[in-house]
């Protein structure tokens, strides 16, 4: 459609295809449109002058003048250095370059004036601004204006693309692009929003003319990235919602009626009961169910996954539930096969350590139909694994797998079978809509009763004793204690002994005939972790010592302490699983963060978040705004994004509005057939077809 934006890079003019290919292997640009989509990271400027005085305290790239006073280029060893004493009103500072000093030392002299630009650094105790730029001040254009900064690579530097580089050819770009670029965003939207024109957008976000301008740009740029996002998440679950026929569970059955009459061991809280009924309902619809569950740790997910196959294999069908890691799929496993150990109910577990011939057996069972439910790690997505009639997959702890291995397990039978998906940790709404965006979303936001919140302590090194002396007094009540050791693995061998110091320290502390204390961590063999975990759950130890190991699929209801010890290396969500350990039983219970005293900003407000709040969808969300969606989701998720300026973590507000527009417009035109739509169907068309998986829009 738009031709001139797909032209290939090298014929712009000063690229030329030797350069152009640096730019495709450094940066994977190829045409002109990508050009335009590399913004710069931010603008300095160059109107301003600042003091070197005030240099100190900037802590970025800044614009100074005055005179040199002194050149220093005497050889320095076999380098040939540059050092040059620069005077403005304010003070001195120097000017030194380690490269190129004989290109630059021809164009000094003392007493002439200079405007320099560039950002000091401290050396040893003094201040120094290494290769600046150097323009004397009587041959400064007036410039005027906002100088966008791009980044670059010492590669691409090397080769001509530093910042200002960059800028070169794409000032070029912009010089012609007056008149085509058409909008693509309705001009009611546009209105809506007071949102600048595309074409005005790209001008103004590579060269603005101020503040406000470049501000307008980002603006209309991020909403338009974020708005087609939204609009691709809510079309791809229409065209899965007309397309993909999904099995009807007509009927409650008997399973889960027996079930429920017989065996259920509480009564269900209110928000699992309206969560059941969300999903019934889907099962009743004809379409293929495509739900996100989540919940809290403790919330009771594990049950409603239960109830959820119960009612798949009451209309006969069968059920999968898979999990991210083997303690995690066979504690699933056993605590499964004990909800169901009255009735006749076939569940089998399938992980990547289980044996070929036993494998074998599983295969054939699940192929014949005689095994009704299915628990397991990936392993279940192999294409060897074959039901006989599949009907409903539980995926919990989603946040490790991602679309293309929903995806896999919708292949599993002719019609797809229904797709749970559920959350450990509670997702921030905004990444929900965005990474799950197709899913619709249940949440259980209520805590079986009869829990007390957790008390949170932040405690340093020097209360260790004090620490102690209440683990005596909780286990002098009965209690038992985890106290959990970061293992991290770049620094594993030093964790280890870590672990093993602390052990020994926690042994002399706790000492026998009166203490038992276990020890559980990864170099341990499975069975030996197996016994020591027995003998803490059989309430013969009263004290955990453990790795992170312990972390999911742990449930001793008498353990009410959890001790983490250098609480600033873990992250956030990691703490909070941690902690809802404990809290499971009927006495009060209490986590202390053991931390060093120097902490850095973000860890005193990861310990001060969890002393605040035992809300996991409050914490995900102070998460998101410490560590940004790359590391909250996993990196190979948000690439998958691959946001050009949007970002996650402070536009939250901007991603609810675009979900909201891109809500009513489909609701209005749903295949977007109105001519005023024309160019956004065009776009959705050429964003939807570069993601191979979902081609579907015609
Ligand atoms: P999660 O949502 O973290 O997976 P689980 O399913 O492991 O939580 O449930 C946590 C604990 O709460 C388990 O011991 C479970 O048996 C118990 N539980 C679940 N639902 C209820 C309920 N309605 N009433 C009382 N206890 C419940
Ligand atoms: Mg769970």
Redesign the pocket.
């Known amino acids: 459609m738009n031709d001139f934006l797909q032209t290939p890079i090298e014929y712009l003019k000063g690229v030329g295809p030797q350069r152009a290919e640096i730019l495709r292997k450094e940066l994977r640009i190829v045409t002109f449109e990508d050009l335009l989509f590399y913004f710069p990271f931010r603008y300095i400027n160059r109107s301003q002058y600042h003091t070197i005085a005030e240099l100190p305290y900037l802590d970025s790239y800044a614009q100074i003048k005055g005179r040199i006073i002194q050149i220093n280029d005497k050889p320095l060893g076999k380098q040939n250095r540059l050092n040059v004493k620069f005077q403005d009103h304010t003070g001195i500072i120097e000017l030194v370059w380690f490269q190129g000093a004989k290109w630059i030392r021809p164009l000094l002299k003392v007493g002439t004036e200079y405007q320099i630009f560039g950002k000091a650094k401290i050396f040893g105790t003094s201040w120094n601004i290494p290769h600046p730029e150097i323009i004397e001040l009587e041959k400064v254009k007036n410039e005027t204006g906002l100088q966008p900064i791009y980044s670059s690579s010492e590669k691409l530097g090397m080769k001509g693309f530093t910042s200002k580089g960059i800028e070169k050819i794409t000032k070029v770009l912009i010089e012609q692009l007056k008149n085509r670029i058409p909008e693509i965003i309705p001009d009611s939207i546009l209105n809506q929003f007071r949102i600048i024109s595309r074409e005005e957008a790209f001008i103004q976000i590579h060269c603005p003319n101020n503040e406000d301008n470049a501000n307008a740009a980002r603006l209309r740029l991020k909403f338009e990235e974020l708005f087609f996002l939204q609009l691709e998440m809510l079309m791809r679950k229409q065209i899965t919602m007309s397309k993909s026929k999904g099995h009807k569970f007509m009927e409650v059955g008997n399973y889960f009626t027996e079930f429920y009459a017989n065996y259920l061991p509480?009564?269900?809280?209110s928000a699992?009961k309206r969560v059941l009924k969300e999903i019934r309902k889907d099962f009743l619809t004809g379409h293929h169910m495509n739900r996100l569950l989540q919940?809290d740790?403790?919330?009771?997910?594990?049950?409603v996954a239960l109830l959820t196959m119960l009612f798949g294999i009451g209309n006969n069908f069968q059920a999968a539930l898979m999990a991210p890691t083997e303690i995690l799929a066979k504690q699933h496993y056993i605590t499964i096969k004990d909800f169901l150990k009255e009735m006749d109910i076939d569940v089998q577990l399938l992980t990547g350590s289980i044996k070929k011939k036993d494998r074998k057996i599983i295969f054939d069972k699940l192929e014949s139909g005689k095994t009704n439910i299915l628990i397991g790690t990936h392993a279940l997505l192999e294409d060897t694994v074959q039901f006989k009639n599949l009907g409903i997959v539980i995926i919990d702890e989603q946040h490790r797998f991602g679309v293309a291995q929903r995806a896999k397990m919708w292949k599993k039978n002719t019609i797809p079978p229904h797709v749970l998906v559920m959350t450990?940790t509670p997702i921030p709404r905004t990444l929900a809509m965005t990474f799950y965006g197709d899913l619709d979303v249940s949440i259980i936001d209520e805590l079986?009763?009869g829990r007390k919140p957790i008390s949170t302590l932040h405690k340093f090194e020097a209360s260790r004793l004090e620490v102690f002396g209440f683990i005596k007094r909780e286990i002098a009540l009965g209690r038992q204690i985890y106290i959990v050791y970061p293992l991290i693995q770049e620094s594993e061998s030093m964790d280890y002994n870590n672990l093993m110091d602390g052990y020994e320290a926690i042994t002399r502390a706790f000492p026998l005939p009166n203490y038992h204390v276990s020890i559980v961590h990864g170099k341990m063999k499975a069975e030996d972790k197996e016994f020591e975990m027995q003998r803490f759950i059989k309430g013969e130890t009263q004290i955990m010592v453990a790795t992170t190991v312990i972390e999911v699929g742990v449930?001793v209801p008498n353990a009410s302490v959890m001790i983490i010890e250098s609480a600033e290396r873990f992250g956030l969500s990691q703490l909070h699983q941690l902690r809802?350990r404990v809290g499971?039983g009927a006495e009060k219970s209490y986590c202390v963060l053991m931390t060093g005293i120097k902490l850095s900003k973000e860890s005193k407000k990861r310990m001060a978040t969890m002393v605040r709040t035992n809300d996991g969808f409050e914490i995900a969300e102070v998460d998101l705004e410490l560590r940004g969606p790359g590391d909250l989701m996993g990196t190979q998720q948000s690439g998958e994004l691959d946001l050009k300026i949007a970002d996650l973590s402070k536009d939250g507000q901007l991603v609810s509005q675009a979900r909201e527009i891109a809500r009513q417009l489909l609701t209005e035109d749903p295949l977007l057939e109105l001519p005023q739509n024309h160019f956004i169907r065009e776009q959705l068309r050429k964003i939807m077809r570069a993601k191979p998986n979902w081609s579907q829009i015609s």
């Open positions: 509480f009564e269900l809280t699992q919940g740790v403790g919330s009771g997910k594990t049950l450990a079986p009763p449930n809802g499971r």
